[in-house]
Structures are given as structure tokens and as C-alpha cells.
């Protein structure tokens, strides 16, 4: 029964969207999923905490950035996670450290604004 929830809670039971062979990026959407998909979206990690696309106000105080059309760097990421975030108001600091942390930058560096690039590229 824990597993079943944990699955839940975890990204609403979507499919990481990393290929296995790719495993250091597989395991930083691991990461992510388990670690910071509460609070924000992204598909490749099968995530869904971020308020729902198009709603401007409102959601929850948590709702994190969508990483599906907010691009980030690996530095960026690292700061924030140190930081618990930008504004260290709700984020927890180090939620991921070591080499876990490297992982989920690397993984948000290369998967991070997909959406926005594909717009912007003329793309649906």
C-alpha cells in the first residue's frame, strides 16, 4: 500500500520520460520525481506540482517554478538548491547534496524550457 502511495505522490503516476540507457540523467529525473515534484512540473520526470499551465494567480503557496517552460542552468540549480531556492522562503535547502544534486542539475540543465524552445521554434 506505501509503495502505491509513494507512486502517487511522486509525479500522479506519469512516466519518466528519460531513456534507461541515459543513466545519469535517468537517475537525476529519479530525483527530481521523488524529491522536488511536489512543487514543480516537468515532463520528462513525469512531475506535476507546479500550478497548472495557464492559471496566472491563485495555486498553492508551494507551487513551484514549470520547468517546461522556465530554462535553467546547472549553476542555477545548484544555488538554489544550497539556498532553498531563490527566495529561501519555502524551498527546503539541500534537498538533493553531493552527488545526487549534481545529478538533478545536470538532468534540469539539459531537460529544463523544452516548451519554450519548442514555441520559439515554431513548434505546438
Do not use: W
Amino acid at each position: 500500500m506505501l509503495a502505491g502511495v509513494a507512486a502517487l505522490a511522486a509525479g500522479c503516476g506519469e512516466e519518466i520520460q528519460v531513456p534507461e540507457n541515459q543513466t545519469a540523467m535517468r537517475e537525476g529525473a529519479e530525483l527530481f520525481r521523488e524529491r522536488c515534484s511536489g512543487c514543480h512540473t516537468l515532463d520528462a520526470a513525469g512531475s506535476r506540482g507546479s500550478k497548472p499551465e495557464g492559471q496566472v494567480s491563485g495555486g498553492e503557496r508551494t507551487n513551484g517554478p514549470n520547468f517546461n517552460v522556465r530554462k535553467v542552468r546547472r549553476e542555477d540549480v545548484l544555488f538554489a538548491i544550497r539556498n532553498g531556492g531563490f527566495s529561501g522562503a519555502i524551498m527546503p535547502a539541500n534537498i538533493v547534496v553531493g552527488e545526487e544534486a549534481e545529478k538533478v542539475a545536470a538532468f534540469l540543465d539539459r531537460y529544463s524550457g523544452q516548451k519554450s524552445q519548442a514555441a520559439a521554434n515554431g513548434s505546438p
